[in-house]
């Protein structure tokens, strides 16, 4: 899974009003700043869940559909402008 898939789904599961945004049909608003590949975006829209766990089920399906294990290997990249790291 890319890394903006990662930190999608670990944004949801922190920041509820986040999470709210992505399952009450605010998705596309939420997801705009992302740096989502087409193929990623298609998908996201394309999920049809109510809660999270749902959305989460579908993208791991996705993921084990098209043959790709969840990890990402590469370099960091671009984070969304959205994501804050932890600090403990």
Same mark, same amino acid.
């Given at each position: 899974?890319?890394? =903006?898939?990662? &930190? &999608? =789904?670990? $944004?949801?599961?922190?920041?509820?009003?986040?999470?709210?945004?992505? &399952?009450? @049909?605010?998705? %596309?608003? =939420? *997801?705009?700043?992302?740096?989502?590949?087409? %193929?990623?975006?298609?998908? =996201?829209?394309? *999920? !049809?869940?109510?809660?999270? %766990?749902?959305?989460?089920?579908? *993208? %791991? !399906?996705?993921?084990?559909?098209? @043959?790709?294990?969840?990890?990402?290997?590469?370099?960091? @990249?671009? &984070?969304? $402008?959205?994501?804050?790291?932890?600090?403990?």
């Amino acid at each position: 899974m890319s890394r =903006v898939l990662n &930190l &999608l =789904v670990g $944004q949801a599961i922190l920041d509820s009003s986040f999470r709210d945004a992505l &399952l009450d @049909g605010r998705r %596309e608003e =939420v *997801i705009r700043p992302l740096h989502l590949t087409v %193929e990623e975006r298609a998908l =996201v829209m394309a *999920i !049809q869940a109510n809660t999270l %766990e749902g959305f989460a089920s579908a *993208i %791991e !399906q996705w993921l084990e559909d098209h @043959g790709r294990d969840g990890r990402d290997d590469g370099p960091p @990249g671009n &984070l969304p $402008q959205w994501y804050r790291p932890l600090s403990w």
